[in-house]
C-alpha cells in the first residue's frame, strides 16, 4: 500500500527516488495545471524534480514555489487542478514523501489514491511536442494575505514562535510582524536540520516556558516541519494539549458540527455535535466536505473549511493570537471538562491479523468501544509489531476500568492465536 494516513512518506532513498516521477505522472493523467512545494528538508530538491520531470512528462503544467508550508501548497491548489507536497511532516530529517490535493486543500480521496497507486505501474509519458511547462511562483504571499483578511492578530501582542526549522519559517513569524506585533522567532530558519524533534509535543518544547517568562510573552505558537500542525502555550506558559486545543476552538469559532478522530477526547461533545473519522487529518478533511464547520485531531491538525480543507498550521496560530487578544485563554482552558486518558500497549507480531479478528475493517484504524462514562480503542500500530489500547474515562476509575477492558480483550485474542 503505498499511501498512509497523511500522503505516500518513507526514509529517503533510491526507492522513494524512483517512484517520484511515476507519482508525478499519475497525477498528471487527471490533473494539467499543478502547484508544487517543498518543506525545508536537505532531500527536497532532487524529489521534488523527479516529481516534477513525472508531471511534465505526464503534460502537466507545473508552478514551483520552492520551500513553503503544506498548507499554501494546498491554498495554492485553489487556482490550479491540484497540489502537490514534498514533505515527511513532522518525520524525523531521514525521511521524505509526496503529499496530493484537491483544488479545495483537501487530500486527495481514498478513491483518489487508489487511482494514483494502480497507475503508478503503468505511467504515461507524453510526446515531446506535448510535455507540460516548469515556471517559479509565489504562492506564499496570497496564503499569507488570506491568513491577514481573516484574522484579527493584535498589534498589542507578544509572540513566541518556533517553527522548528520547517517550512513554517517562510510564513507564521511573518504573519505577526507584518499585524504589528511583537515576535519572538526560534528556529524559524528553514535549514532542514531541525533543532528540535519536529513533532510539536510537549516534551520537545521545553524550553517555550522559560523563554516566555523571561520575555514576558502573551503566548507561544509551535509548527512541525510542513506547518500543517499547530500547537500553543496560553497566557501562563503552559502547553495546551489538543484536545483543550480543539475545544478552545470550536468554542471561540461556535462551531456547532465537529469532525474529529476516534481518539479525541468525549469532552469535545459537550460543546458541539461531533463525527469521529479515523486518526488522520485525511480522512478528517474529506468528512468536512459534506459535513461540520470545523475539525482537527488532538496531534495539532486544524482544519478551517472557509478558508482550506487542509490543516493550516499558520492560520491556526494567527487565529490563536487572535484569541489570546480577547481572551484569558487560561482562564477558558482552565474551566474546560478535563477527563483522564490511559495508554497501554501489548507487543505482538500478530497485530494486524488480531485487529481484523476483532472486527476492525482496517487494523490501524482500530475499533472504538463506547460507553456512557468512557471510551477505549484498539488499533494495530502502523510503525511497531504491538496492539495500541487508549481509554478516557469522566473519572479515574471509569478510565482504568475501560482500559483493563481493552487489554483484556487484546490478551484473550492473543492467547487464541498461540492456542
Known sequence: MLFGSSGIRQMFDQRLLSLAPNVGAAVAQTAKHVVLGTDSRTSKDILAHAVISGLISGGADVIYGGICPTPTVAFGAGSADAGVMITASHNPEPYNGIKLFRSDGSSYTL?????????????????????????????????KEAILASVRIPEDLLVVVDCGNGAGGQITPKLFEESGSRVISVNCDPSGKFARPSEPLEKNLLHIPKLMKSVGADCAVVNDGDADRMMAFDNRGRYVDGDHLLMLFAKYLDAKQVVTTVDASMAIEEIAEVRRTPVGDSFVSEELISWGTFGGEPSGSWIFPKHSLCPDGPYAAALFAEISGEWDVAEELDSMPRYTILRDALETPHAKEILSGLGADKPTDGIRLTEENGWCLIRASGTEPKIRCTAEGKTNEEAKRMLDAGMNRIRDAVRQIKE
Do not use: M, Y
Open 111 to 143: 478513491a483518489q489514491q487508489k487511482e494514483i497507486e494502480d497507475a503508478v505501474d503503468r505511467p504515461v509519458w507524453s510526446r515531446w511536442d506535448e510535455q507540460g511547462a516548469l515556471t517559479n511562483g509565489d504562492l506564499l504571499t496570497p496564503h
